[in-house]
């Protein structure tokens, strides 16, 4: 269980504080950089911004759900998504980096309260955890459309990293779904999207 524990730790601090890799190329590797207005630029490093936090959030959700899952199926499936989203983290890290800014100072925030809904998540079992896990995939899947509309026409970089997060994640939900996740309850739903709104608000400015 010390092992455990250790091996668990050594993750948050290298999501938190080391470079993240990809095993599959960037999205948007080879596109020229788009000439973009000052406010248009910083527009959408606060977007990246958004996205990258939301990529660390993923990483400690998966990592206490991963934790506390009693079935190896979704034990499996839970590292499967944390294994793609470690790529989404490298994407949105180059993009920002690119774009002149850094990643949000509240990530280690986000990071612990995500590990603590994570490990709850799996403690209620399997189907719950597995829910949990379907339905934030369907909520990132809104939330990157939302992008989509929102990100500098002329941006493509960053349109090409957006879209393939969405299609990675709306994978994921599916995934769940086989392994027979249960639909949450409409007031955990409605928290979820709140807790959303205000992680988000904060990441896009700091």
């Known amino acids: 269980m010390l092992d455990k524990l250790i091996i668990e730790f050594d993750k948050g601090v290298r999501t938190l504080f080391a470079p993240a890799a990809s095993a599959r190329p ?22 990246m911004r958004v996205n990258h936090c939301g990529e660390v959030c993923a990483q400690a959700l998966y990592q206490g759900q991963a934790l506390t899952a009693r079935n190896e199926g979704a034990r499996e499936a839970l590292k499967h ?25 509240f990530n280690p925030l986000w990071y612990t309260g995500s590990l603590a809904i994570g490990v709850a998540a799996g403690l209620l079992g399997d189907k719950w955890n597995l829910g949990f896990l379907e339905e934030t995939e369907y909520q ?15 941006d493509e970089k960053s349109r090409a990293i957006v879209k393939q997060m969405r299609d990675d994640e709306v994978r994921h939900a599916e995934m769940a779904h086989e392994h027979g ?26």
Request: aromatic share 4%; glycine share 6%; charged share 25%.
């Open 140 to 154: 990132v899947e809104a939330h990157l459309n939302g992008h989509l509309k929102d990100l500098p026409e002329q």
């Open 81 to 105: 998504a944390a294994f793609e989203e470690v790529e989404h983290l490298a994407w949105t890290e180059c993009r920002i980096r690119e774009l002149g800014g850094h990643p949000s100072v």
């Open 26 to 47: 960037h999205p948007d590797a080879g596109m020229p950089e788009a000439e973009m207005s000052e406010q248009e630029k910083r527009h959408a490093l606060g977007l």
């Open 181 to 206: 996740a249960a639909k949450l309850p409409l007031p955990v739903r409605g928290l979820m999207k709140l807790t959303s709104k205000v992680m988000t608000s904060a990441s896009y400015r700091l």
